[in-house]
């Protein structure tokens, strides 16, 4: 629960770092990826974790300048990251100049409801973590190695160990 603005910056540091992380181990092939016919790539899944920071942080009258949530998906892995890190950065320090904790009780219209800012500082990062696993599914599909997050992924075990946990 985020009760105060550190709360979230501690948190978003941790997993902004995570998805960075994630992105910038895509390649420009691996874009192209999906499970079925139907499905999201794993280029757009990466888009829309990069568009979603202007898209939902934008509603809350923040100020600050981020990819446009309706910006055409790049071509290259490195400028999706890119993106991503300018986005994400650019965020941080429109929060740290003009929030304080008790914006995280200000109310806001979010998709027909009314949530608080805390609540939408939550929701962004729950998102992220969400399509950032179905990411990870794609690149094992695309033959990359998926780096650690909340711990070492099985190649950094194997580096580490000589052999990864069941």
Excluded: C
Aim: net charge negative; glycine share 6%.
């Amino acid at each position: 629960m985020i009760r105060k603005l550190e709360d979230f910056l501690a948190n978003w540091k941790h997993e902004s770092d995570s998805t960075l992380k994630i992105l910038e181990t895509l390649t420009d092939d691996s874009l192209k990826q999906k499970v079925y016919d139907e499905g999201r790539t794993l280029g757009q899944l990466a888009w829309h974790l990069v568009v979603t920071i202007d898209e939902m942080i934008g509603k809350t009258g923040l100020q600050f300048t981020a990819t446009p949530h309706d910006a055409p998906k790049p071509e290259t892995a490195k400028e999706i990251a890119k993106a991503y890190k300018d986005s994400s950065d650019a965020m941080v320090r429109a929060i740290k100049e003009q929030w304080t904790d008790e914006t995280l009780l200000e109310e806001k219209d979010m998709y027909g409801e009314v949530w608080t800012i805390a609540n939408i500082l939550q929701v962004l990062t729950f998102h992220q973590t969400h399509h950032r696993g179905q990411m990870t599914v794609l690149m094992r599909q695309a033959g990359l190695v998926i780096p650690g997050m909340y711990g070492p992924s099985k190649e950094e075990w194997l580096a580490f160990a000589g052999e990864a946990p069941e």
